[in-house]
């Protein structure tokens, strides 16, 4: 029992202190164009946006998810990065499925 205790504590523990101890943000994105608005809470965390570089700190949800998020609220994201993963083409398209479309009006 007193091991079981000590496993769980270590497997809910470790990723929480893992993520309080980590410096700057987690997630580090580029976007296609300037973002309309700057700072927005997606999924829970503050997502800040100075020109095309957007940042957050580390989440609850999936990376996939976040980045869903962010191509839904800020626009189209070319490059996203969380921790030490790079997403690849694949992963950024599936991100901006859901991202606002820019349709020039003529």
Known sequence: LGA???????LFA???AHAAGAKGPYYQVELSQEAAVQK??????FVKCEGTNCSAPLASSAPKNVCVSIAREFGE???FKAG???????EIAACNEKAPQNIAKN
């Not at 030490?84 to 694949?90: M, P």
């Open 40 to 45: 927005k809470i997606v999924r829970g965390v």
């Open 14 to 16: 470790a990723p929480q």
């Open 4 to 10: 079981a205790l000590v496993s769980s504590t270590l």
């Open 84 to 90: 030490n993963r790079d997403f690849d083409a694949a």
């Open 77 to 79: 994201v070319s490059s």
